[in-house]
């Protein structure tokens, strides 16, 4: 299982934390990411990393949002300087091996794909 935590409403600039835990990835090759889906619109990908050290970040959070782990089971989100498009339920994600990574993170391989968490709301409001 996946379980996410650490959403709420939040001014714009400020910064929020969203933490993940997720079932012990046994020595496997593996990525790990957070994904979006804001009002009316599809899922995206938001951050993403693998075990092989890769990191990968959407357009719109470069500069703003930081993904990191502490253990192969525990992520995290840092957000900060939120804007009003960064509204939406924020989910964690976890899939296998590390090598889909990329097509993964693009959504070439369809929302189904891996292993998520129920989600979390996140509102910024100026």
């Known amino acids: 299982p996946v379980a996410e935590s650490g959403g709420g409403p939040i001014q714009t600039g400020a910064s929020l934390r969203l933490s993940c835990v997720a079932s012990?990835?046994?020595?496997?090759?593996?990525?790990m990411g957070w994904f979006r889906r804001a009002p009316g619109k599809g899922l995206e990908g938001v951050a993403i990393?693998?075990?092989?050290?890769?990191t990968v970040y959407a357009d719109p959070v470069k500069g703003r949002f930081t993904i990191s782990q502490d253990s192969v089971t525990t992520l995290y989100l840092q957000m900060n300087h939120l804007k009003v498009e960064d509204t939406g339920i924020y989910y964690c994600?976890?899939?296998?091996?590390?090598?889909?990574?990329?097509?993964?993170?693009?959504?070439?391989?369809?929302?189904?794909?891996?292993?998520w968490g129920q989600g979390t709301q996140v509102t910024v409001s100026s």
């Open positions: 994600a976890t899939a296998y091996p590390a090598s889909l990574l990329q097509p993964w993170f693009s959504g070439s391989l369809g929302p189904d794909f891996g292993y």
């Open positions: 012990a990835h046994m020595d496997r090759s593996y990525c």
């Open positions: 990393l693998d075990s092989d050290g890769r």
